[in-house]
């Protein structure tokens, strides 16, 4: 299995120049969010893009979309691009998925979805890299995502920060963060199909 961490690693030392390359980082939640900004942050310009169609009900979206809010009042370097609730988008997308047990096609499609928007983004708003916080997640699957990532970014012209955040304590400092910011943490990944 590949090291993504390593990737990271190889990419942030190929970076030159003095300005810090502009990033667009697809966010699921503040606390996720929590480790990653803090660590992206000393390497590129980060723009937080909070693209979540497949959280349900739209006011669990409105109380995650707050606590990310939240957490970018301790991080004034970073913008937030605007995008608004679309559930129908994650609906259309997984219709006849929904039986699907968590972490397969389901996911994968929901991935896709969130990732492709996320790549879009990146290339009519001219950003040098894009990535997500997703990896940080040990219930996600680093190599699903980095694949995906890395082929919509070939599809739309912008490059692929491949990750693994949860590795070197990734996942537990971001839960250390979250209790320090006072954020919210869920209990179910975001569509009422994963509640269990």
């Not at 970076?15 to 969010?33: I, N």
């Not at 990310?68 to 608004?84: E, H, N, S, Y």
């Not at 491949?162 to 006072?182: N, Q, T, V």
């Amino acid at each position: 299995m590949q090291n993504f961490q390593i990737e990271t690693d190889k990419a942030i030392n190929a970076l030159t120049g003095t300005q810090k390359p502009r990033l667009l980082l697809h966010s699921c939640c503040g606390p996720c969010s929590a480790y990653v900004l803090e660590y992206l942050t000393w390497h590129f310009s980060v723009t937080l893009l909070y693209y979540n169609p497949n959280i349900q009900p739209r006011q669990e979206y409105d109380l995650r979309l707050e606590h990310q809010l939240r957490l970018l009042a301790a991080f004034p370097q970073v913008a937030l691009m605007p995008c608004g609730y679309d559930g129908t988008a994650y609906e259309e997308t997984v219709r006849g998925l929904e039986r699907e047990p968590e972490g397969g096609a389901r996911c994968e499609a929901c991935f896709r979805l969130r990732l492709g928007y996320a790549a879009r983004m990146a290339a009519e708003n001219g950003f040098d890299f894009f990535c997500t916080t997703l990896t940080v997640s040990p219930h996600k699957n680093a190599e699903l995502i980095n694949a995906l990532g890395r082929t919509l970014g070939e599809t739309y012209g912008v490059r692929w920060l491949p990750s693994d955040f949860k590795k070197r304590e990734g996942y537990k400092r971001s839960i250390l963060l979250a209790e320090e910011y006072g954020l919210y943490r869920q209990n179910y990944c975001g569509c009422l199909y994963s509640k269990v």
